[in-house]
């Protein structure tokens, strides 16, 4: 079996982050807002799609790997494999 092990980890989320009363107003949805948060423990979420801001899957996984490769110290042509994951539709 290959030697294999985790060298660095890395994240990436949207700047720009919204209520659940401001996501109720944006989209029309309707939803009482104190259930919901109670019920899941989410306040606020990360937009990536809003206005003025565009990003897509590809530009978190690339900022998302540019932070693993730093954690990890190495270069980008060190890598061997790339792992994503990912809830974003």
Request: charged share 20%; hydrophobic share 40%; proline share 4%.
């Amino acid at each position: 079996m290959l030697p294999i092990k985790i060298k660095g980890t890395g994240i990436y989320v949207p700047g720009k982050s919204i209520s659940n009363k401001e996501l109720m107003q944006l989209t029309g949805l309707t939803f009482d807002e104190d259930k919901f948060q109670n019920k899941i423990g989410i306040t606020h979420r990360h937009i990536a799609h809003l206005q003025d801001i565009k990003e897509s899957t590809a530009d978190f996984a690339t900022k998302a790997a540019q932070a693993a490769i730093k954690d990890a110290g190495i270069s980008p042509g060190d890598l061997g494999l790339v792992i994503v994951g990912t809830d974003t539709p």
